[in-house]
Protein backbone atom coordinates (compact mmCIF):
# COMPACT_ATOMS: atom_id res chain seq x y z
CA UNK A 1 0.00 0.00 0.00
CA UNK A 2 1.12 2.98 -0.73
CA UNK A 3 0.70 7.01 -0.43
CA UNK A 4 -0.78 8.61 -4.11
CA UNK A 5 0.57 11.39 -5.37
CA UNK A 6 -0.52 14.34 -8.13
CA UNK A 7 1.88 17.03 -8.03
CA UNK A 8 5.69 17.60 -7.47
CA UNK A 9 4.81 19.91 -4.42
CA UNK A 10 3.38 16.48 -3.11
CA UNK A 11 6.45 14.76 -3.45
CA UNK A 12 8.65 17.74 -2.24
CA UNK A 13 5.91 17.53 0.79
CA UNK A 14 6.85 14.04 1.58
CA UNK A 15 10.35 14.14 1.53
CA UNK A 16 10.65 17.02 3.38
CA UNK A 17 8.76 15.31 5.92
CA UNK A 18 11.28 12.34 5.85
CA UNK A 19 13.77 14.45 6.14
CA UNK A 20 12.74 15.44 8.94
CA UNK A 21 11.83 12.49 10.54
CA UNK A 22 14.70 10.57 9.62
CA UNK A 23 12.95 7.40 6.86
CA UNK A 24 13.44 6.35 3.45
CA UNK A 25 10.76 7.08 1.28
CA UNK A 26 10.07 4.87 -1.77
CA UNK A 27 8.72 6.50 -4.93
CA UNK A 28 6.35 4.59 -7.23
CA UNK A 29 7.01 5.08 -11.37
CA UNK A 30 4.44 4.36 -13.86
CA UNK A 31 5.97 2.84 -17.07
CA UNK A 32 4.65 2.04 -20.05
CA UNK A 33 4.62 -2.25 -20.78
CA UNK A 34 4.86 -3.09 -16.92
CA UNK A 35 1.94 -4.66 -14.87
CA UNK A 36 3.27 -2.95 -12.16
CA UNK A 37 4.85 0.39 -11.03
CA UNK A 38 8.38 0.12 -10.40
CA UNK A 39 10.01 1.04 -7.04
CA UNK A 40 12.78 3.42 -5.92
CA UNK A 41 13.77 3.20 -2.44
CA UNK A 42 15.89 6.70 -1.46
CA UNK A 43 17.78 6.28 1.54
CA UNK A 44 17.58 9.46 3.83
CA UNK A 45 20.88 10.58 3.22
CA UNK A 46 20.25 11.19 -0.41
CA UNK A 47 16.36 12.60 -0.20
CA UNK A 48 18.06 16.24 -0.37
CA UNK A 49 19.61 16.01 -3.84
CA UNK A 50 17.36 13.32 -4.84
CA UNK A 51 14.71 16.00 -4.38
CA UNK A 52 16.69 18.79 -6.85
CA UNK A 53 16.73 15.48 -9.28
CA UNK A 54 12.99 14.85 -9.35
CA UNK A 55 12.32 19.04 -9.34
CA UNK A 56 14.47 19.07 -12.88
CA UNK A 57 13.44 16.39 -14.46
CA UNK A 58 9.52 15.22 -13.40
CA UNK A 59 6.99 18.41 -14.33
CA UNK A 60 4.58 19.78 -12.22
CA UNK A 61 2.33 16.64 -13.05
CA UNK A 62 5.23 14.64 -11.85
CA UNK A 63 5.29 13.11 -15.98
CA UNK A 64 8.97 12.67 -16.97
CA UNK A 65 10.12 15.23 -18.94
CA UNK A 66 12.18 13.58 -21.59
CA UNK A 67 10.35 10.14 -21.43
CA UNK A 68 6.93 9.97 -22.58
CA UNK A 69 4.89 7.62 -20.39
CA UNK A 70 6.90 7.64 -17.53
CA UNK A 71 5.44 9.24 -14.31
CA UNK A 72 5.47 9.00 -10.73
CA UNK A 73 2.42 7.93 -9.25
CA UNK A 74 2.95 7.29 -4.95
CA UNK A 75 5.22 7.06 -2.17
CA UNK A 76 5.46 4.79 0.87
CA UNK A 77 8.21 5.79 3.93
CA UNK A 78 10.30 2.69 4.21
Known amino acids: MYGELEKISDLEFIIKQAIKTK ?6 I ?5 ESPEIIINPVENLEKKLEYYKNIYDENLNHK ?13
Open 66 to 78: HAEGIKIIGYAFC
Open 30 to 34: EMPGF
Open 23 to 28: VNVGVF
